[in-house]
Each structure stands twice: as C-alpha cells, then as structure tokens.
C-alpha cells in the first residue's frame, strides 16, 4: 500500500525512477517492528540509556571496508543499553555509506561480546522492557544483517548469548583458533531473542541449531567450519610466531568479495539478500530492478570496452 502511495506520487517519473522508489521502499521495510506491532522505538530508547558504559565505535575506510567495534572491556563487551542505541545509529550511518562494500565486526581488547550486560538485563527483567528491548535489538540486528556491504563477524576471545546472536546478524564467520561461540541462553533460562535462533537455522540447519541451543554447545573453530556456521580460521597472531594481526586476517580475507566498484559490490549483496529472505517471484522481480540499476552503468560499459577475457 505504501508502495501504491510512493507510484502515485510519482506518476510521470520513468521506469528508473520507480525501480528507485522501490528499492528505498524496501529499505525503509528493513525493520521487523514498527508502530504496527506495538513498537514504540522512542520509550525503549529512552530507558535503554539509562544503562550507559561502553560504545559502539565506527571507523570507516577508504578502502570501502568500515570496522564496528564492540567496546566495552572491562564487561568482555557485554551490551550496555546505551551500547544498543549506538549499534543502531552506527547501522543508519552505514545504512547512507555509497562507497562502502564491506564491514568487519570485532570486540575490543581480544574478545568479542559476552551479550547483553548482565547488570541492564537484571534491572529490566519485566515481562514488557524485555519484549520491547528484544524487538529493538531484532530491527538493528536485521538492519545490519540487511546492509548493502558484505559482512563478516571476527570473532576473537569468546562471543557468548547476544555476543554469538550478533555473529549471526553478519554474513560470514570467522573464527581465531581458541576463540568460542557459545549461545549460552539456556543456561541464563532464555532462548535468543535477538533473531539469532531464526538466523542459526538458517545457517546450519534445524538440527544443528537444535543441538547448538538445546546443549548450549562450546562451538570452536573446527565445529564451525564442520557445520558451516563458520567460513574461516585465522591464526591466533599471538601464538604463532609472524602471523599478521587479526584484522588484517580479517581484511585480507573479505578483500577478494570486496574487490571492484562499490555499486556492484552492493549489487551483489543485493540479489543475494533478495534470494535469502524472499519468496521466488519477488525475489526474481527484485533481481531485475536490481540489474537495473548496474546495466548500462560505468563499471559494466568500462568492462565491454576493455574486451575483458575470463580465463
Ligand atoms: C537476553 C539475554 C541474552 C541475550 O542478550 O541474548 C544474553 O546475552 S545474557 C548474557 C550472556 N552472557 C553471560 O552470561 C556472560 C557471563 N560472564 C561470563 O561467563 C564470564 O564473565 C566470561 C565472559 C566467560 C569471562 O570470564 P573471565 O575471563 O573469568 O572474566 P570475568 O568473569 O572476571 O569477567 C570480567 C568482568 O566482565 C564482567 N562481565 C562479563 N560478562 C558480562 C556480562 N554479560 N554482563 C556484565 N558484566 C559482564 C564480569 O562480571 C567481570 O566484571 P568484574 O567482576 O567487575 O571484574
């Protein structure tokens, strides 16, 4: 309907034009809860701040790859509210990034996240905040999962309850030798909440998702590539003698899907997101608004022109 609304206002607009308005349109649907579903995004926001510590830092590049840093060490990066709040500011801003193409997720100081601050989840453990902070950390962690940047999870030290959920919101996964993925929820009475069951299901299948919940299974490196939660094991640059850090690990292996012009990068992602979340028709629609919109552009002219040979 929203939709109908956007073609109406721009009744004489060509077909480029539309295949815009819709792209926006789906971006702006990026969100699992809005008003419609009870969602008041302002009051959570409002009582997520009162459990400030820790920040979600955002670095750029120009390389096209940004890190997002977990940034709480003195709580193994545990999720303050206020940390919540930053995730989804830091997604808007990459959200409106036209030259990036990749993102690395890692925690600070050598670990990546132990969850939500157990201090915050203790002071709203009501019923109602915990539905409403569950549906504030599903809309970012889709949002981010949703970026038009490829993404990848560097998961160093241990990623336990909403620390591993968040590996989940990431395209790929990889792991330092030593390093541990843990969904820890059963152990806390909990299931994910964050969208990282749904996510873990479709990662591995429903058996191993199962196995991974219902055990609160410790998943290391050699777990994960076996299960395919897992894409990639860096060398822990401590113990081994000459091994690069684990960033640059990180940013050498994601620089072979980042490799090229931005907006096919982008692209990229696009119609493999569309092919994830969408029933086939829309998906094939949504495919071909998207090789719209690299057709004809200068990546693919300067291609033709170069009379580029694929061997
Ligand atoms: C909805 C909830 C669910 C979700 O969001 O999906 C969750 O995420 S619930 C949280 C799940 N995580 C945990 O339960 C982690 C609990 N912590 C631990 O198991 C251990 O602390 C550790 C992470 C394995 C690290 O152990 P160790 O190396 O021995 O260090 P310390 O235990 O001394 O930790 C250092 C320091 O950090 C504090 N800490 C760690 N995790 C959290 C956390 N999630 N929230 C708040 N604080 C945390 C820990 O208390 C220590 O602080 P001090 O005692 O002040 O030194």
Redesign the pocket.
Known sequence: MVLCALRQQVPRCSSHCRTWARLLQRQRSSCVYSSIHGFNQDEIKEKLQAFHGGSIDLLKQDSGIAVLTINNP???N?FSGSMMIDLEERVSQLENWPEGKGLIVQGAAETFC??????A?RAISNQQDGMKMCMFMQNALTRLLRLPLISVALVEG?A???GA?LTTACDFRLMEAGSVIQF??KH?G?V???GGAGRLVHLVGSQNALKLLGGAVKVDPELGVNIGLVDGVLEGHQKTEGAAPLLQQAENWLSRYTKGPAPVIQAVKKVVLSGRELPLPEALRTEKDIFGTVWGAPANLEALASKSKHK
Not at 114 to 119: I, W
């Open positions: 003195s709580r193994m545990a132990s969850g939500s601050d157990l201090n989840v241990r336990l309850g909403g959920e820890v929820h806390m909990l994910p909440g964050w």
